[in-house]
C-alpha cells in the first residue's frame, strides 16, 4: 500500500468555526509533514512530524495545530482562520528524516479549504 | 537566494514528442537529493523520479529520465514521447543533507506547466 489519504477532500469553514483535517498513511513511514499549497505556486512546508515528535514548525501562526496520534495518522487541528488560510493542503509522509534515506515523500491528494 | 530554479512558466509539446523541463538548483552541501513531482489540476503531487548527488548515472523511470550535470548544477526531466495525461505542473525538488541530518525538508522550485497538444 503506496498511498496517503486525506480527509474530507474540501471543506468550507467561517472564520470562527473548529475543524480539523485528517491524514492517514500504512507504509511505515516514520516522517510526516503538511505542506499549505496556494494556486500556481509550490508547497509550503508546515510541520514536520518524525518518529511522532513535531521536529519543524516553520513559524505558522498559533490558529493550526498539529497532532500526531500514532505512527499513521497526523491531524491539522484550524480554529479562528483568516480568508487569506484558504488554500489545498498536502499531507505528505516519507521513511524517516535520516541521512540513510533517499528521502522521497509520498504526498496525499490535498484538503481544498475555503475560508469565508 | 532562490535554490532550486525553474525557468519555463508555461512549455508546450506535441503528443508522441519529447519534452525537458529545466531545473538548476544551488547548494554548497556535498551531499543531496534532487526529485521531479507531477501535480495535475486535482492537486495530488505525484514522484515521479529521484537522482543522488553520488550516483554516477542519470535516473531512469519509465518514459521519464533525469539529465543529472553536476558541474553545471542542472537537473532537466525529459519526458520521452508525451501523452496527454502528461499535461500537469511539474515541480523540481532538493533535499539538502548536513552534517549527517536534513530533517526531511524539501525545497521547491516555481514550477512548470506542461501542456501537451494532440
Known amino acids: 500500500d503506496t498511498e496517503v489519504t486525506q480527509t474530507p477532500k474540501h471543506l468550507v469553514m467561517g472564520m470562527t468555526n473548529k475543524k480539523s483535517l485528517k491524514c492517514e498513511q500504512h507504509?511505515?513511514?516514520?516522517?510526516m509533514y503538511w505542506y499549505k499549497q496556494k494556486a500556481k505556486k509550490p508547497p509550503e512546508l508546515m510541520f514536520v512530524?518524525?518518529?511522532?515528535?513535531?521536529?519543524i514548525n516553520e513559524s505558522v501562526p498559533s490558529r493550526f495545530s498539529p497532532e500526531c496520534p500514532n505512527s499513521s495518522l497526523l491531524n491539522l487541528h484550524l480554529h479562528a482562520l483568516q480568508p487569506e488560510d484558504s488554500a489545498l493542503y498536502l499531507c505528505?509522509?516519507?521513511?524517516?528524516?535520516?541521512?540513510?534515506?533517499?528521502?522521497?515523500?509520498?504526498f496525499g491528494p490535498g484538503t481544498r479549504l475555503t475560508v469565508l | 537566494a532562490q535554490k532550486i530554479t525553474q525557468t519555463q512558466p508555461g512549455m508546450f509539446v506535441q503528443e508522441k514528442e519529447a519534452v525537458t523541463l529545466d531545473c538548476t538548483y544551488d547548494t554548497s552541501d556535498p551531499s543531496y537529493g534532487l526529485f521531479w513531482y507531477k501535480q495535475p489540476s486535482s492537486g495530488e503531487m505525484i514522484f515521479l523520479i529521484y537522482q543522488g548527488s553520488y550516483d554516477q548515472q542519470n535516473a531512469t523511470e519509465g518514459r521519464y529520465s533525469l539529465n543529472f550535470q553536476k558541474a553545471r548544477k542542472s537537473a532537466n526531466l525529459v519526458i520521452s514521447a508525451s501523452q496527454l495525461g502528461d499535461s500537469a505542473m511539474y515541480f523540481c525538488a532538493m533535499r539538502e543533507v548536513s552534517g549527517g541530518t536534513s530533517y526531511g525538508k524539501l525545497t521547491f522550485g516555481q514550477g512548470t506547466i506542461l501542456t501537451v497538444h494532440p
Open positions: 512530524y518524525s518518529y511522532e515528535k513535531l521536529s
Open positions: 505528505a509522509s516519507s521513511q524517516d528524516v535520516g541521512a540513510s534515506s533517499q528521502g522521497e515523500q509520498f
Open positions: 507504509m511505515g513511514h516514520r516522517a
